[in-house]
């Protein structure tokens, strides 16, 4: 992670990852290390971002684990002020949210996947002072075009996609806002899936024949989040190995 700095980023400032104690949250937080961010991983695991931030600062990189529950404003505020001490938090990536395997009520889910990112969204708005800030939210194909189960999960990643698009159009003088859509990823929450029958099924539709990985999509998460990509705002950038084309 001592490699120069590159994407344009500059070495005085931080990102805020979600959901980065593991899969694509961990891997955008190493990425982001690698690029010379100095990087703060929030998750509600503690010592799965514990374990981010130490794999960074082992490499040479500079990282905090604050452990942060996303759906309560109150952990929030208190992240936000413990996220303070690498200079300019100018970037975040809004990663966490609820797996689609779990067991949720439809408005309860919405709130929990959609209305933590706006929570995080606006209480870091408020602070970041720093020329330029960006942000990047993690939607789905299943917000995009892909259908799936259980109902809350795709509503939630549409919805996701739309606020983004508010922040783009109504807060471009605040900050600068994109969003990813994965398709189907190798991170825990799908392990076991490609060796499945439905997974092989699945994965036959997939022009490349594979699942993606978490560092592909951070990837993509950067290059967005990044001073390369200062005019574009407002996008999802689909990441799923040419899957949705086939529907």
């Known amino acids: 992670m001592s490699a120069p700095i590159s994407f344009g980023f500059a070495a005085q400032d931080a990102v805020i990852v979600t959901g980065a104690a593991s899969g694509i949250g961990r891997a ?3 990425n982001a290390a690698r690029l010379g961010l100095a990087v703060i991983a929030w998750d509600l695991d503690e010592a ?3 374990a981010t931030a130490e794999t960074i600062r082992a490499s040479g990189g500079r990282a905090a684990a604050v452990p942060a529950d996303v759906t309560d404003q109150a ?3 208190d992240a936000l002020a413990r996220s303070t001490g690498f200079g300019r938090v100018r970037y975040l990536v809004n990663n966490a949210g609820p797996a689609s395997a779990s067991e949720l009520e439809f408005d309860a889910a919405l709130t929990m996947a959609v209305g933590s990112m706006r929570r995080v969204t606006m209480s870091w708005l408020e602070r970041a002072a720093a020329p330029e800030p960006a942000l990047v939210n993690v939607s789905s194909v ?8 259980p109902d809350w999960y795709p509503a939630a990643k549409a919805a996701i996609m739309g606020y983004t698009r508010h922040l783009a159009a109504y807060r471009s003088d605040d900050v600068r806002a994109n969003a990813v859509a994965p ?3 190798d991170t825990p929450r799908l392990q076991g ?3 499945s029958d439905v997974g092989q099924r699945v994965l036959q539709r997939v022009p490349l ?3 993606g990985t978490p560092e592909e999509i951070s990837w993509a998460i950067l290059f967005l989040l990044s001073p390369l990509a200062s005019y574009i705002n ?3 950038l689909t990441v799923d190995g040419g899957w949705t084309v086939t529907q």
């Open 209 to 211: 024949h594979r699942l």
């Open 193 to 195: 899936f490609a060796a």
């Open 142 to 149: 299943a917000g995009n075009v892909i259908g799936t189960a």
């Open 48 to 50: 799965g971002v514990a």
């Open 234 to 236: 407002g996008v999802l």
């Open 183 to 185: 398709g189907m990823t």
């Open 75 to 77: 952990q929030v505020e």
């Open 28 to 30: 955008t937080a190493l």
